[in-house]
């Protein structure tokens, strides 16, 4: 072909300029080829197929662009191809001057060789590709011949390059120039050494036509209504956009298109799109993309992610602080609200009233685990509930009542113990125990009640108990709960002797003295008999003038005077002094 692109040589100059370029790139390590082409989209149109099994040379031109040394160009041949039985050679028509003999006995190219296979095509416009691929099988001088694929849209433009031996068969995909219009296969030998050469198989050149491009654009993340704005962009600049389609899907099921009533086609011409939720699905997570038509009726490729996605949202979270204990005693009260919603939850707020007051707000929560430490600062009953706000801005209406109540009560109750009192002291080991106990903040819950260090005894709310109380100085303590958990501790302290024998005993020491007399009874008995027993002494002589002891008197009525006392007395001893009469 001509440099025009027409066909006709081109000239030495140019082939062995190219070859210069060649050289080099080879020298350096660098493979000519083009960027691997990237993913099809759009439409294609066939514009060249060919696989040599029909007639030759149908569309295609060949020459040899060095003439030095005769003719050599490409032909057709069966002693190699890749799909089917033939395939283009690039010396099948020519004298090899080296081996004396026709190239294709030989099956080795001739020096001096710039053979040319080209073909013009019609290039439909409006191209976003021009997509070649073709198969072939190459042995060469490695130094100084090559393979060459070349693309022309007003000027040839190398597209890609080999040399040496690449003795099996390849496969290449390269995209030529969008405008372009020619395409050349090149087979280049210099002046010395000579292999068998090129093949080419299974041409095929595709047109992929440009499609309009369009864009859901970004929606919220949340969506709080059921009928949303959907816009997009679409654009084409050769014939302009005709219309696009949405298409959408719920919680990542199948992807529809999307139609109103007004336009049942769902071929939309402007933006935004009026999507109504309330006829897919309702609340859930959609996806959309569009896809464009332009006025040449070409037609976006579905991208193969969705272009915008937005959760439709219209339901309120719910919450409720859980239930508390009645009562405590402790100021850091834990409210737990378990806020839910289908799709988070952004926030917690928490509210909080005293003994009936106004609601007032006491803090909030941004994130898991939702549940906010109370600090009270006095006694008294507390209200509490929670209002949740979730990720699309839906707001929980504030409860009728209260999710949750307790008293905070840090005071210990009133105790006062009323019988016995201290330093009492007591002979019965049966004693009634009695105290007064009262709580003004949450209530009496219990008492018990022990004596000394023993066991506590509940006692309910009876405000009495009966005790077993050992002898000696005890201590008696009553203790008052209540409910929410404070104690008073109260005692007395009382001395107990049950002894009978005791003066403090409970006969006042009557026992002990009735065995004292007796004892003393017994004692004196025994000497008065052994006072009897005792010999009776023999008479001493008087001396002159010495009174002799008169027996005593006997009294009338039967009454004798004592020898000891002298007292008058009767029976058997003396009334006065004890002595036994004789």
């Known amino acids: 072909m001509r440099e025009d692109g027409s066909a006709g040589g081109r000239g030495l100059r140019l082939s062995s300029r190219l070859l210069v370029i060649v050289l080099v790139l080879v020298s350096a390590g660098v493979t000519l080829s083009a960027l691997l082409p990237g993913p099809t989209r759009g439409q294609q149109t066939t514009l060249l197929s060919e696989d040599f099994e029909g007639t030759w040379p149908g569309s295609w ?13 490409w032909g057709i041949t069966a002693f190699r191809s890749f799909g089917g039985t033939r395939s283009a050679w690039v010396a099948q028509v020519g004298f090899n001057d080296i081996l004396g003999q026709n190239n294709a006995a030989v099956h080795m190219y001739d020096n001096y060789m710039d053979t040319i296979m080209s073909s013009t095509f019609s290039n439909p416009g409006n191209v976003e590709t021009l997509r070649l691929s073709f198969s072939y099988w190459l042995e060469s001088e490695s130094c100084c011949d090559f393979f060459a694929v070349w693309a022309y849209d007003g000027t040839w433009t190398l597209l890609w390059s080999d040399m040496g031996s690449a003795t099996v068969w390849n496969q290449v995909t390269i995209d030529l120039p969008p405008a372009a219009t020619g395409l050349e296969f090149e087979f280049y030998s210099d002046f010395s050494v000579v292999y068998e050469g090129a093949y080419v198989d299974d041409i095929a050149l595709v047109a992929i036509s440009s499609p309009p491009t369009s864009q859901v654009s970004p929606l919220p993340a949340y969506e709080r209504q059921l009928s949303l704005s959907v816009g997009f962009g679409a654009t084409d600049p050769e014939s302009g956009v005709k219309h696009v389609e949405l298409f959408f899907r719920r919680e990542g099921g199948t992807w529809t298109k999307y139609t109103t009533p007004l336009i049942p086609s769902g071929l939309f011409v402007s933006s935004p799109i009026t999507f109504d939720a309330s006829g897919t699905g309702g ?41 508390l204990i009645p009562f405590t005693n402790n100021p850091t009260v834990s409210l737990d609200a378990q806020p839910s919603d289908a799709f988070g939850i952004r926030q917690v707020a928490f509210y909080m009233r005293k003994d009936g ?3 007032s707000s006491v ?18 009953r507390y209200d509490f509930y929670s209002v949740a706000t979730d990720n699309a801005g839906n707001v929980e209406a504030i409860p009728g009542v209260a999710d949750a109540a307790t008293v905070l009560d840090t005071a210990a109750p009133d105790l006062t113990v009323t019988a016995p009192t201290t330093g009492i002291h007591m002979t019965s080991r049966d004693v009634t125990v009695s105290w007064q106990g009262s709580d003004s903040g949450s209530g009496i819950d219990h008492y018990e009640a022990r004596v000394g260090e023993g066991s506590w005894t509940p006692t309910g709310t009876s405000t009495s108990i009966i005790l077993q109380v050992p002898d000696g100085t005890q201590r008696i303590s009553v203790r008052a709960y209540d409910r929410a958990g404070n104690v008073r501790e109260q005692f007395v302290e ?25 004892v003393l009874l017994v004692a004196f008995i025994l000497v008065v008999r052994r006072m009897r027993r005792a010999p009776t002494k023999r008479a001493m002589p008087l001396s002159p003038g010495a009174v002799v002891p008169q027996a005593p008197a006997a009294s009338s009525a039967g009454t004798t005077v004592c020898k000891r006392c002298g007292a008058t007395t009767s029976g058997t001893f003396c009334s006065s002094c004890g002595a036994p009469l004789q």
């Open 283 to 323: 609340d859930g997570v959609y996806d959309f993309y569009t896809i464009a038509t332009d006025n040449a009726n070409n037609v976006e490729q579905a991208p193969g992610s969705p272009d915008a996605s937005t959760t439709v949202d219209t339901a309120a979270p719910v919450s409720s602080i859980q239930p």
């Open 363 to 380: 803090g909030a929560l941004s994130a898991p685990p939702w549940t906010f430490e109370f600090h009270a600062s006095t006694d008294g």
């Open 357 to 359: 007051g106004m609601w």
């Open 494 to 518: 009382i001395a107990m002797d049950t002894n009978p024998l005791s003066p403090a005993g409970p006969q006042a020491g009557l026992p002990l003295y009735l065995i004292i007399a007796v």
């Open 61 to 73: 031109t060949v020459l040899d662009q060095d003439t030095f040394n005769g003719q050599d160009y």
